[in-house]
């Protein structure tokens, strides 16, 4: 957010800074939930390079269309390990996995 933008909204009353600050993470915390939001956004482009629907990709995955619209957005039910056999069935690999998360 550029500077402007945050003093106007800090002379409204507004309180600005980071997530971590607003929930109260640790950094380890913090850093998690973004490794869980990178590899969920990597399998919604993977998804949508291959042109599937989630209802498609749930069929892959032996799921339903909800839980992989769960998947994608990052729920927090999700784990990193769903998050990561999603993506192995969907033909990534580790080199690609890395990359996301990097």
Do not use: C, H, W
Not at 9 to 26: A, Q
Not at 30 to 39: F, H, N, Q, R, T
Not at 53 to 82: H, N
Request: glycine share 4%; net charge positive; no cysteine.
């Amino acid at each position: 957010m550029d500077k402007r933008k945050e003093k106007d909204l800090e002379s409204k009353g507004y309180k600005v800074g980071s997530v971590k600050e607003f929930l109260g993470l640790s950094t380890d915390e913090s850093e998690y939930i973004e490794l869980k939001l990178a590899l969920s956004q990597a399998l919604a482009k993977r998804r949508k390079q291959k042109k599937l629907t989630q209802a498609q990709l749930a069929k892959v995955l032996k799921s339903s269309q909800s839980r992989v619209a769960k998947i994608e957005k990052g729920d927090p039910s999700v784990s990193v390990d769903l998050l990561v056999k999603s993506l192995l069935a969907m033909g990534a690999n580790k080199k690609s996995i890395a990359k996301a998360i990097a």
